[in-house]
């Protein structure tokens, strides 16, 4: 089966940082984008982050451009979200997901385009 492994989550006050990490197997990497969601109780789902499998192109939403890096490990099977200035309103499970490569796109992210996803990591910002 495929699985992807989200990590990294925790409790840190406003201002500082964590790295998330999601570990992908049992399927083709290079085949595949991969994408962060998070989801704060009440709202709806957002996209957060995604890159390709090269590591060459990636997409930000508004709300953590300039903040957050996503990379992608040398052996591609590993894709990081940095989150740097972390603030309240970033407060959500993140989860990690994967997306066909000729679905991906800089311009926005679709959840449901996505076939795989991850279990979720929590990130709490809180003072």
């Known amino acids: 089966d495929v699985q992807l492994q989200a990590s990294g989550g925790g409790l840190v006050q406003p201002g500082g940082s964590l790295r998330l990490s999601c570990a992908a197997s049992r399927f083709n990497v290079l085949s595949y984008a991969i994408g962060w969601f998070r989801q704060a109780p009440g709202n709806r789902r957002e996209g957060v982050s995604c890159i390709n499998p090269s590591g060459s192109a990636t997409f930000y939403a508004d709300s953590v451009k300039g903040r957050f890096r996503i990379t992608r490990g040398n052996l591609k099977n590993t894709v990081y979200l940095q989150l740097n200035n972390l603030k309240p309103e970033d407060t959500a499970v993140y989860y990690c997901?994967?997306?066909?490569?000729?679905?991906?796109?800089?311009?926005?992210?679709?959840?449901?385009?996505?076939?795989?996803w991850g279990q979720g990591t929590l990130v709490t910002v809180s003072s």
């Open positions: 997901a994967a997306i066909p490569i000729h679905k991906f796109t800089v311009r926005a992210m679709n959840g449901d385009d996505y076939d795989y």
